[in-house]
């Protein structure tokens, strides 16, 4: 053999010498001075190259699923790596089954010593770098998914061809008109966006159609994990050709109702383990959710954990007066058009003086620095010193539909709804001296009065109790006709009825009268 017989060989040896740099392997072969490594280069060759008889059998020794192979009328048991890598090395061995041959196929990436191996290497990086380094999977609240069609849950094989000449072998999860979902080895790259070739032999073998064996076209939308086995992962899909004997298949087997074939519901196990997480959190939520109608505030959702800070916002008369807080200038300042979120930091407190409440609040843009100074040091060194963050989104028509479908009783209510809020309390009182420790501001007290509250009107929007827990245990029906409260015979309110039961009546009064809960 020619050195240039050899080149295809080198390859092989380039680890050994670890070197990255081909051609200068072949130029350190070919000097007079390496006259002992071409020798051994040649008897290296001469190894690989030995006709081997061994039976290659993976199964329990790589990470994937493997299946008989024939090569040379011998059949061995591959998973799909070893397979692509049986395509591309069985040409540099004159397609010969032999010993460099055998030694590629037991030794692949995937192989379970080496992965052991590369295990114990990335815990030690691991460990040193970030000991604490831990995964969690991503809620996304109110993003649900809605099929337009329905997916046909079946499992039959496929075979992917990737670029580059590259096949694999995996199974279908589900199918439809417009996509897919197929099983494959984890051990290869995939991308998003990447574009694959599939087909379909077992269903070209049982509806005797020749179609299914012409490549399919899909690009990758997205790529999980399987949790039950590392070794696979799942690929989504859309379909990017239109191939009518797949559409035909998968009518005929929604009509047929198999039980091989079955409707396949992830979307609205998706949709109940979402909504179950949004219950939970809005449950436990510290913030305040907040609705808005233009610059005017609707709605306060209220929990357990945040009706302290609605109860922040009640004056001595305990009427709410957070509508001075969120106020017209406020509102549009953050919620202007195009913006897809905004936030600010408010800081805030009141004043108790001859038995009225008055209450202070400023934003960074509303104050200049003398301003700010002056805020601080009057407002950090008392009790009721706040800081809180409010944040304001824009709502989408199509999540206006969403709170319609939820609620269509409410319709009338949500259809004027232009932006949700949420409000946070984000007091720190170790850091509250910090405000103090600026200089001190030349200003006048009276310069903060352009910040305090009037004291009317008080807050109209409506407080929603929010409690997952139904409380109720008798069934109540919503009628509206007017009433007249008295008490010891004197006329109080009038007002109107919200709904009744046998036990009990949901009033809504025209003026507030005082009144004590009472525990039954």
Not at 269 to 289: D, N, S
Request: net charge positive; proline share 5%; hydrophobic share 35%.
């Amino acid at each position: 053999m020619q050195l240039d017989d050899y080149k295809a060989l080198i390859e092989q040896l380039l680890p050994v010498y670890g070197s990255e740099d081909f051609q200068q392997v072949v130029d350190s072969l070919t000097s007079s001075e390496s006259g002992p490594i071409k020798l051994r280069i040649k008897m290296e060759i001469n190894r690989l190259m030995t006709p081997c008889k061994k039976i290659i059998d993976l199964r329990g020794r790589v990470k994937g699923q493997c299946r008989p192979y024939t090569f040379n009328d011998q059949t061995h048991w591959l998973d799909d790596v070893a397979i692509n890598i049986l395509h591309r090395r069985s040409k540099v061995f004159n397609n010969q089954y032999c010993t460099g041959l055998y030694e590629a196929l037991v030794n692949t990436h995937n192989d379970f010593r080496e992965l052991h191996q590369q295990g114990e290497r990335s815990t030690l990086v691991t460990q040193k770098s970030n000991p604490e380094l831990f995964t969690a999977n991503l809620i996304r609240f109110g993003h649900y998914l809605h099929r337009e069609e329905n997916r046909l849950q079946i499992s039959t094989p496929v075979t992917i061809n990737f670029p580059l000449n590259q096949q694999i072998w995996g199974m279908t999860a589900d199918l439809s008109f417009s996509g897919a979902k197929f099983k494959v080895p984890a051990a290869f790259n995939y991308r998003l966006g990447q574009t694959i070739d599939a087909t379909f032999p077992q269903l070209a073998t049982t509806h005797d159609e020749p179609c299914f064996e012409q490549p399919h076209r899909y690009r990758i939308l997205g790529i999980d994990d399987n949790p039950e086995d590392n070794s696979f992962k799942w690929l989504r899909l859309i379909a990017l050709s239109d191939n009518e004997a797949l559409k035909t298949m998968i009518v005929e087997s929604q009509n047929k109702g198999s039980l091989r074939h079955r409707h396949n519901h992830e979307d609205k196990i998706i949709q109940a383990r979402t909504q179950g997480y949004e219950h939970c959190f809005l449950k436990h939520t510290v913030g305040i959710p907040l609705f808005f109608s233009g610059t005017e505030l609707k709605y306060a959702l209220l929990t357990d954990h945040n009706r302290y800070l609605w109860q922040y916002w009640h004056d001595e008369r305990n009427q709410p007066v957070i509508n001075q807080l969120l106020s017209e200038q406020r509102i549009a300042s953050l919620g202007r058009k195009g913006l897809k979120q905004s936030s600010t930091l408010i800081y805030c407190f009141h004043h108790d003086h001859q038995g009225s409440r008055y209450f202070y609040s400023a934003a960074l843009p509303e104050m200049d620095q003398e301003q700010r100074r002056l805020f601080w040091q009057l407002g950090a060194h008392r009790d009721s010193w706040r800081v809180m963050r409010l944040t304001v989104y824009p709502l989408r028509q199509q999540e206006l539909e969403k709170l319609n479908d939820v609620a269509p009783e409410m319709l009338e209510k949500f259809q004027d709804l232009t932006h949700v809020g949420v409000l946070q309390d984000i007091t720190h009182k170790a850091t509250q001296p910090d405000y103090r420790a600026a200089h001190k501001s030349s200003l006048d007290s009276k310069a903060i009065n352009p910040f305090r509250h009037p004291k009317n009107p008080i807050c109209l929007a409506e407080a929603i109790h929010f409690d997952p827990k139904p409380q109720r245990s008798e069934s109540r029906f919503a009628y509206k006709t007017p009433i007249s409260l008295y008490q010891q015979g004197q006329l109080i309110s009038t007002g109107h009825s919200i709904d009744f039961s046998s036990k009990g009546l949901n009033i809504n009064l025209i003026n507030p009268f005082a009144v004590r809960k009472m525990i039954l």
